[in-house]
């Protein structure tokens, strides 16, 4: 699994045992010290920390300091081969003199220079004295004692000794390596630790994480070489909160995970999903009885190979999170709940009534009991639908009567009055504080919030977008291409507005300047700005979560135009779905659109984002209603204070609607609203009748009037009879400009918070209305939802 590219690029030498990455390396190579003739690297500074501190005390200006080759010695000196003839023994600078130690005394004794000692046919050379006795060294030892041992660790040697109850055999096994600059020494590891460590390595560097050698050297000298442990799985952690605890994990996660299987992986009670393809955990502990235990892990092994989405592990885990609870109540049993053939419906209805409980005593909502029990429910049923009742199969055995029926599942509570979608003022409040979003975070998490904004996708959805994900459709609107990870649909389209593409053109710029290397086909359009060398790797989505929340709680409060502060706890990335659902439905977006604008397959799914409740539908039926007028414009209703049942009933199913009001025409309410016998001329039939609700359909139909009059008159290649009857009569016209006069003239009338609760609740009803019956229609283009911004 180790890439032989990713050593010869880092530097390892297999004989050796070192990594040694080279100045300007991507991920492990850092930065040459500029000083003529100084091997430091610089690690965050201008110099290395020895030529800094020399420039300090030199008092010089680092332009002039940086021109001055360094003379001065290394602490930690490099090693070469003895300037002697034949000499295999290392020099180690000694007094500037490059020689082994040996041939130091001699040069001592003889006196002369060094180029006369080199000369002298005296002066033979030396057979090598060996590696240094410390295993994690890869030098030559310089001294020919008891110990052979390098310059720097004989000289470290020399200062233990001097302690009591000192191990020297320990100390040879676990000291650390003395090497210089970018070195990194494996020698003395297991064969599996070194094999681990390069790997996890190699997948860190892969993923664009960048590793400073010398910490990474810290944590194989400090913690992995001292605990001679056979395997990254033995290691102990380090300090809490330390660079080498968060290095050790990094590295061995990656090396475990590179070996999984999902074989080895189902022997476990803990599953990592990693093995399986997705993120995270699955614990099975929680499940007490071996059969069920063994169901679970069959029914999760099926689950795991069909969906595919970010949250996969979180609703597997919810599933065995019920299966959990009736676990607890099949352990009251006196056999444990271990022999399933003794179950019996009499056990489910324990477990029901045990939720129930739990529920009345609050230790769970009404909303977790039906989650459990409908989880539980689930796994049974798909358990049984697998053939693990079969002979040899864990639920062999199990009764029929065993079984959670759809009945058994606790009705859901009301939806909430209040929907989740962000008033306009909200909207406009968070767009004015984008830039201290992306002061907190980046650019790509403000544009990401943007997009959300404007195209109501989930955060999952935005998150990861592709760099080419723009297009144009036939008539060159801009057209936005994701992928519905949640329903594992690809490719999908959505319609947005210029601003939008606008901002992904920026952006797909953008990341092309900031990885020129790399094909745009495996580029995304939200590179994360960490641990991403390649450009493949986008933003979390989780991550975006977070800090939107410490964004929208530092920001000041949310005040409404009715003086109300909203409460930012309603403020979070899924919103802006919502609020894109319910700004298309209150302009007037049929359902079956808007559906296909949410990428959703269920009409009553798309309903659930804007649906009106009844309580609020009522109030504002009945507020309208005392605004209803027939087609004089004449008020009726005017008395009354209630609607009756019948008509509130009569309106949420819209049997008698038709374009501009409501007809009790008996032939037209047989067929719906769509067989009007004077083809749809409402205003000159005593039995249409409309309100205040209605007030800009009309308005729409006067301007589409009179637009189409003076079109036909502009048609001179039309016969007079034709264009007469085409052309829409004066006296529909007036009668349509009389009755928008007469409502305007009563809503006139009101107070200005009358008018205000008016408006308000003409907006719930036609949210109500799906679309117009009987007659075509030409569709509205879609809304922006962020009018604030210029085109």
């Not at 991507?26 to 201008?46: A, D, E, M, N």
Request: glycine content about 6%; some cysteine.
């Amino acid at each position: 699994m180790i890439e032989p590219d990713f050593l010869e690029g880092a530097g390892w030498n297999a004989d050796r045992r070192v990594l040694d990455p080279p100045i300007g390396h991507p991920t492990l190579g850092g930065r040459r010290c500029p000083v003529p003739g100084c091997l430091s690297p610089v690690k965050g500074l201008q110099l290395c920390a020895t030529c800094s501190t020399r420039r300090r005390a030199s008092g010089m200006p680092q332009g002039e300091f940086v021109k001055i080759p360094r003379t001065a010695p290394y602490r930690h000196l490099p090693t070469g081969d003895c300037r002697v003839t034949g000499c295999e023994r290392p020099w180690t600078d000694s007094g500037g003199r490059p020689v082994c130690r040996s041939h130091w005394w001699q040069l001592q004794k003889h006196g002369g220079t060094l180029e006369e000692f080199l000369a002298d046919p005296a002066v033979k050379g030396l057979l090598s004295l060996g590696d240094c006795a410390v295993l994690a060294c890869n030098r030559r030892a310089v001294s020919a004692g008891d110990v052979r041992l390098c310059h720097t660790h004989e000289k470290r040697l020399w200062v233990l000794r001097e302690e009591d109850d000192f191990d020297e055999e320990a100390w040879l096994r676990t000291a650390p390596s003395a090497a210089f600059a970018t070195e990194v020494s494996f020698r003395g590891l297991p064969d599996l630790v070194v094999a681990q460590l390069l790997f996890g390595l190699q997948h860190r560097c892969h993923r664009g994480g960048r590793t400073e050698v010398a910490n990474f050297r810290a944590l194989i000298d400090r913690t992995i070489r001292p605990s001679l442990a056979s395997r990254l799985e033995d290691v102990p952690d380090p300090a809490a909160n330390s660079e080498a605890l968060i290095l050790l994990n990094r590295t061995r996660i990656y090396a475990i995970r590179a070996v999984k299987t999902p074989e080895g992986e189902y022997a476990k009670d803990t599953w990592d999903l990693v093995a399986f393809g997705h993120r995270g955990n699955l614990v099975f502990t929680t499940i007490h009885q071996p059969w069920l235990r063994e169901s679970a892990k069959r029914w999760a092994r099926d689950y795991l190979s069909k969906v595919r989405s970010k949250s996969t592990a979180s609703h597997a885990q919810q599933h065995l999170h019920g299966l959990a609870r009736l676990s607890d109540t099949l352990r009251a049993r006196p056999d444990r709940g271990r022999d399933k053939a003794a179950l019996a419906r009499a056990d489910i209805e324990n477990f029901l009534n045990r939720m129930s409980f739990l529920e009345a005593n609050g230790q769970m909502t009404t909303r977790t009991r039906i989650a459990y029990v409908s989880k539980a429910r689930n796994v049974l049923k798909q358990a049984r639908a697998m053939g693990l009742t079969r002979p040899e199969g864990p639920l062999a055995g199990l009764p029929d009567d065993f079984v959670i029926s759809r009945t058994d599942i606790p009705k859901a509570p009301e939806p909430s009055e209040e929907s989740q979608d962000l008033p306009a003022e909200v909207m406009r409040h968070l767009g004015t504080h984008l830039d201290a979003f992306e002061a907190m975070t980046c650019y790509e998490m403000r544009l990401s919030v943007e997009l959300l904004m404007d195209t109501g996708r989930r955060p999952e959805e935005i998150c990861r977008l592709e760099l080419n994900c723009l297009t144009r459709d036939s008539q060159n609107k801009p057209v936005l291409l994701y992928n519905n990870w949640k329903e594992q649909r690809i490719g999908r389209q959505l319609p947005i507005h210029e601003p939008t593409a606008e901002l992904i053109i920026a952006q797909q710029k953008r990341v092309r300047e900031r990885f020129p290397d790399r094909p745009p086909s495996q580029l995304v359009l939200l590179p994360s700005p960490q641990l991403n060398l390649r450009g493949d790797r986008s933003i979390d989505s989780n991550h975006l979560s977070g800090m939107h929340r410490e964004w929208v709680e530092s920001l000041p409060d949310f005040v409404l135009d009715d003086g109300t502060v909203f409460d930012k706890e309603k403020i979070f990335p899924y919103a802006y779905r919502h609020s894109f659902a319910q700004r298309h439905a209150d302009a007037g977006v049929p359902v079956d659109v808007l559906a296909e604008l949410m990428d959703h397959e269920n009409y009553q799914t798309t309903r659930a984002y804007y649906r009106v409740k009844e309580v609020r539908l009522r109030e504002a039926v009945e507020r309208v209603t005392q605004l209803q007028f027939d087609r004089h414009g004449t008020r009726i209703w005017g008395a009354v204070t209630s609607v009756l049942d019948a008509e509130r009933a009569r309106r949420a199913i819209g049997a008698v609607v038709v374009p501009f009001g409501t007809c009790s025409e008996p032939t037209n309410v047989a067929a719906g609203g769509g067989a009007c016998p004077l083809r749809f001329r409402c205003v000159g039939c005593d039995h249409f009748s409309t309100d205040v609700s209605y007030l800009p359909d009309l308005r729409t139909y006067l301007d589409d009037l009179l637009r189409q009059r003076e079109k036909l008159r502009s048609m001179a290649e039309a016969d007079d009879w034709a264009r007469a009857e085409a052309t829409p009569s004066d006296a529909e016209i007036t009668r349509i400009r009389r009755l928008i006069q007469r409502v305007t003239e009563d809503i006139g009338t009101l107070t200005e918070a009358e008018r205000a609760e008016v408006q308000r609740a003409s907006a719930v009803v036609r949210q109500m209305r799906q679309t117009f019956l009987g007659m075509p229609r030409i569709r509205q283009p879609l809304p922006d939802l962020r009018v604030e911004r210029s085109a």
